[in-house]
């Protein structure tokens, strides 16, 4: 028998298979690690084929299961640079294109993927350039200058803060069912004096947590001959605003504890 040499339980096998409704995916590799097939105590590397042949060597049609999901799916590689060096060779992936790079960006441009600020400066500039005639033409171009706002850093930073879960953020409604014992607590929580009158109180509480202070420096880049204005932003920590450490894992016991100070 030309199966005598391979050691697996092939009587459990063939109920196996036997069970198996028309059309169920099977990996015949996996089946193999499941029965342990061994070859001279050795496992063999083509044992999902030698599982397959014993299958239809006992009149069972294989043909009527599924391979394996992603086996006859279109896969896409990228091509490969090949270095030959002396002794051997080495494989790299072959960079993008620099005109599909282009398109690539473009399309995120145009889609809103990537942000590339608002123009500034507009200016309208004379080249010359010689065509296809070979006679020197003048072209005309209007160039400008780009920034990112302020207020879209802001509001992006806000969105992503409210996301992470570690802003101190408190609607008008909030507010409003604050009680007097809620006021006072959030008052020592902050370490700020508390106005006597509750609704002088919830308002100065309301703009003591909304109000985020900023650090901005310069990179002085216009005196190292740079071609940009680098102007850069954090945020202060503050308690009025940010959560605590200890607020944010008893807020969030499922999650990992963070330093809010650090993000």
Not at 66 to 85: C, D, F, P, S, T
Not at 95 to 104: M, Q, S, T, V
Not at 218 to 238: G, K, P, Q, R, T
Request: with cysteine; proline share 4%.
């Amino acid at each position: 028998m030309q199966f005598k040499s391979y050691n697996f339980d092939k009587e459990r096998f063939l109920r196996y298979i036997a069970e198996k409704p028309k059309g169920s995916h099977i990996n015949w590799t996996q089946l193999a690690r499941l029965f342990k097939v061994k070859i001279n105590d050795k496992t063999p590397q083509n044992g999902g084929q030698i599982l397959q042949a014993y299958a239809k060597y006992n009149k069972i049609d294989i043909s009527s299961f599924a391979g394996h999901l992603n086996m006859y799916q279109k896969r896409v590689r990228r091509a490969k640079k090949i270095i030959n060096m002396k002794t051997t060779k080495v494989t790299i992936p072959t960079p993008r294109p620099a005109k599909k790079l282009k398109e690539d960006i473009m399309e995120k441009i145009q889609s809103g993927n990537i942000y590339i600020g608002e123009e500034v400066a507009p200016k309208n500039i004379t080249t010359t350039k010689i065509d296809s005639s070979g006679a020197l033409v003048e072209v005309n171009q209007n160039v400008c200058g780009r920034k990112i706002p302020l207020a879209h850093i802001r509001q992006t930073a806000l969105q992503d803060q409210i996301q992470l879960g570690i802003l101190n953020y408190h609607s008008n409604q909030d507010y409003e069912n604050l009680s007097d014992e809620d006021v006072q607590q959030r008052y020592t929580r902050i370490g700020e004096n508390q106005p006597e009158i509750k609704e002088e109180a919830i308002n100065k509480l309301k703009q003591l947590e909304r109000t985020r202070h900023l650090k901005i420096w310069h990179d002085h880049s216009d005196i190292l001959n740079h071609s940009y204005i680098c102007f850069m932003v954090s945020w202060l920590y503050d308690p009025a605003n940010f959560l605590t450490d200890e607020e944010y894992v008893q807020m969030y016991p499922n999650r990992k504890p963070i330093n809010i100070q650090s993000i």
